[in-house]
Structure formats: C-alpha cells, structure tokens
C-alpha cells in the first residue's frame, strides 16, 4: 500500500464559464481503476466560485475615498475647517447591506505614523448610499493632530449575507495635510 496523496484536478476556464459563478456549485469525480469495471464516485463537495468581475468594484476595483482639496492639493484649515469628509463614490457592483470599513490614517512629514491621527468608522448601505455614495466625516482634531505631514485612507467593503461577494478592500488614497494657522510654524495640537 502507498502512502496518501492530494490529487490535483484542474478545471478549464471554459467549463467553469459554462458552470457560472454561486454560492454552493457541486463538485464530484469518479475513480477508475485498469481492469476493474466498477467505477468509484467521490462524495459530493460544494465549493463557491466567484468572478472578479462580480466582485464590489469589478475587475477594476474600487478607488479610494475623494477629499476636498486646496487648488495645490492639500487638505487644510480653508477646506476642512471642521473636519474632512472621505466620500466614496458609487461603485460597481454596489448594493444595499454591503458595510464599508473607512481607515484614516495620519503620517508626519518624513512618514512616521502619528497614532492618535488615526480614525475609523463603519456604514451599512442603504438606497440612498448606492444611488449617491456615502461622506464618512473624519474629525477636525484628527487633521490637526496631523498639523503638517500626510494622511492615508481606504476602506473595505463586506458583502451583504447571503451574496455571492468577497470582501474587497479599495485603492489607498494618500494626501498631503497641513492644517497650520497662518503665521504657526507648527501645530500645537499633538496628543
């Protein structure tokens, strides 16, 4: 007798097109063996296959969240004077009970991270979000926190129960920050 062994089986794409993407596809195979006619059936195994392109974002993904921004690109004390709002824009695949995962993240000037600028919140979706998007409003004490360095943001999206999706986690969005008063050469916010 041998020892056990996995046995590989692949499937061609063009099957798996034919099959379509779900939740519970059942999977079988049979066993013959050289001069023995009764063939053997493995048990019955469900497996989920997904398309990319089903996924929240498609095959392209999702952007990172949008913020408003100076004409030279930063977010500042004349866009943000009460804080930012992150907004994700409506993507593919969108949908109703889907939670977003929204991770803002603070960096000084030569990158290190500043951990009480780090802020995280979560939305379930509804209509309205899917037709618009949604603003996740990160706090003004936050950016100045930050004063003068760098912010990071992204989220992730699970899927609603009972869909076909996998979670997704968008593109990073990075931005220059600098949440100085005029004449402050530095913040004095820094907890």
Request: charged letters at 20%; a neutral charge.
């Given at each position: ?6 046995m ?15 939740a519970?596809?059942p999977?079988r ?77 603070g960096y ?8 009480a ?23 003004f ?14 989220i ?9 999706q996998?979670?997704?986690?968008s593109?990073?969005?990075?931005v ?14 820094r907890?």
């Amino acid at each position: 007798m041998t020892a056990q062994q996995d046995m590989i089986i692949p499937v061609v794409n063009s099957i798996m097109k034919a099959q379509g993407t779900g939740a519970e596809i059942p999977v079988r195979y049979t066993v013959v063996r050289d001069g023995n006619p009764n063939p053997t059936p493995s048990p019955i195994q469900t497996v989920t296959v997904r398309s990319r392109e089903e996924l929240p974002g498609g095959a392209d993904g999702i952007d990172g969240p949008v913020f408003e921004l100076t004409p030279t690109g930063y977010i500042s004390l004349v866009v943000a004077p009460n804080g930012t709002k992150g907004l994700i824009k409506p993507y593919v695949n969108i949908s109703k009970n889907q939670k977003l995962f929204f991770t803002f993240k603070g960096y000084d000037l030569t990158n290190n991270p500043i951990d009480a600028a780090t802020f995280t919140a979560t939305r379930e979706l509804d209509e309205q979000d899917v037709l618009n998007g949604y603003s996740f409003q990160v706090p003004f004490n936050i950016l100045r926190t930050i004063c003068h360095g760098y912010c990071e943001a992204y989220i992730r999206v699970e899927p609603a129960a009972g869909s076909n999706q996998s979670a997704v986690t968008s593109r990073m969005t990075r931005v220059p920050v600098d949440m100085r008063r005029t004449n402050e050469s530095a913040c004095t916010l820094r907890a």
